[in-house]
């Protein structure tokens, strides 16, 4: 006799008889494929055709990528953008706690400190700071004179150029920067104790590292090709010197090509030092020094029930 199992009820749900594997099928853009190949094609051809032309010498711009000529103007790119970049930093904190100051007089001349540098091109800055000689001939400190032309060179001029107009937009991203830590801190340095100036450089201003690494890394690479407009001046920069170069043997696409891997590189290297930098500030969340300074608060008050 043949018998036959009573069926079973469902398994409720959840149970482990209830799951069963399911396959995940990657969705296919076909638009996105094309894209990209026509991309790569397009960049492929571009390459291909730089490599394969006639009209360009690559012995010229092998010839002349080391040339010591070349690396002067390299080491004074170099120069000029670190230099600007931290004459920059400091105004542009000096600007920006004057902006955030009770001083309606500091807050006015900030302002128009800001409204004037970014309010007129670069390049004008740099051809007035070279020419400031045709406006004051001597420049006078009431005992002691100088003749502006010997005191005023190219790269005075290019790095007084630079620096004024860096300042002016670092005091914004440092602003924004001071205004992203909250109000609390400011209280808990008050409660602690601490003067302004301590509250700015002990509480604030490393708080602040996270919010302006990126910006001011931005910054720091665009000052790298920024240096080239001293050209104008004849600073002797990278550019500079490439134009010198083919203004006599008449290679220019060679010689901007040799000027272009340089920037590259620089360019490659500020990137991979903010990368790192903003790395290194990552892991501190905007909490550590509140947390520090809730400790150091809680360890005072300790000490004055201790005296007492």
Not at 219 to 241: G, P
């Amino acid at each position: 006799m043949k018998t036959t199992s009573p069926p079973q009820a469902p398994a409720p749900a959840g149970t482990a008889r209830d799951i069963t594997p399911l396959e995940i099928v990657p969705l296919k853009r076909y638009g996105r494929m094309v894209i990209a190949a026509v991309a790569v094609l397009l960049v492929g051809g571009l390459v291909f055709a730089l490599v394969t032309s006639k009209n360009l010498d690559w012995s010229v711009v092998g010839q002349y990528l080391f040339a010591p000529v070349i690396i002067e103007g390299v080491i004074l790119t170099v120069q000029l953008t670190v230099l600007a970049v931290i004459i920059g930093i400091v105004l542009g904190i000096v600007l920006a706690l004057m902006k955030l100051s009770d001083n309606r007089v500091l807050t006015v001349l900030a302002d128009l400190y800001l409204w004037f540098f970014r309010g007129t091109p670069q390049l004008i800055q740099l051809i007035f700071w070279f020419n400031l000689a045709f406006l004051f001939p001597t420049i006078s400190l009431g005992f002691v004179s100088w003749d502006t032309n010997a005191l005023i060179t190219p790269f005075i001029a290019a790095l007084i150029g630079l620096s004024l107009n860096e300042g002016a937009y670092m005091a914004e991203i440092i602003r924004g920067g001071i205004l992203g830590v909250p109000k609390g801190q400011r209280e808990a340095a008050v409660a602690l104790g601490f003067t302004p100036l301590q509250m700015m450089t002990k509480i604030i201003l490393p708080q602040t590292m996270r919010m302006v690494i990126p910006p001011t890394g931005n910054q720091a690479i665009a000052m790298l090709k920024v240096t080239s407009l001293v050209s104008v001046i004849s600073a002797r920069d990278l550019l500079t010197n490439a134009q010198m170069i083919y203004s006599r043997n008449y290679y220019v696409i060679e010689l901007l090509i040799v000027a272009a891997a340089w920037y590259l590189l620089l360019t490659t290297i500020a990137t991979l030092l903010q990368n790192q930098l903003e790395k290194k500030y990552a892991g501190r969340s905007g909490n550590t020094a509140s947390r520090g300074t809730n400790r150091g608060l809680l360890r005072r008050l300790t000490q004055m029930g201790a005296q007492r």
